[in-house]
């Protein structure tokens, strides 16, 4: 597939997709037609392993990949300007895979904390009632 097939293939997904709207089929459920806000800690949990077992080795893996073909480039170009150039990309592709991991992580672990958030959030709003109740209700 070239690259003007991928490109056409993501841009006419990308136009599917759309965010911050209820789907056009009536789904959202609440009263009145307003959105139903669910979450769903199996899902959360499903993609941070999703993240942590398949996209973070396979992001490290491409990573070194590239890494590799790029140091045998240097290699066969030593002494000629191509091969600092190229240790230049090297350090650069580097640092932008470990950045990439990072955030990989980051979204991972907040997928996994977003549970007990999501949790702690409940409880507040549950004391905030139970305060202006003066306890009643509590059971």
Request: glycine share 16%; aromatic share 6%.
């Amino acid at each position: 597939m070239s690259f003007d097939d991928e490109w056409s293939q993501i841009r006419s997904e990308q136009a599917r997709m759309r965010l911050n709207q209820l789907d056009g089929g009536g789904g959202g459920g609440g009263s009145a037609g307003a959105p139903d806000l669910k979450t769903s800690a199996g899902a959360k949990k499903a993609a941070a392993e999703a993240i942590r077992q398949t996209l973070c080795p396979e992001t490290a893996k491409a990573g070194d990949h590239a890494d590799a073909a790029t140091t045998a480039a240097r290699t066969a170009f030593g002494g000629w300007q191509t091969a600092s150039a190229l240790k230049t990309v090297d350090e650069t592709w580097s640092g932008q895979v470990k950045l990439l991991l990072g955030r990989l992580t980051g979204e991972a672990n907040a997928l996994s904390g977003s549970g007990l958030l999501f949790q702690q959030q409940d409880l507040a709003v549950r004391d905030g009632y139970l305060q202006l109740l003066g306890g009643q209700g509590h059971g």
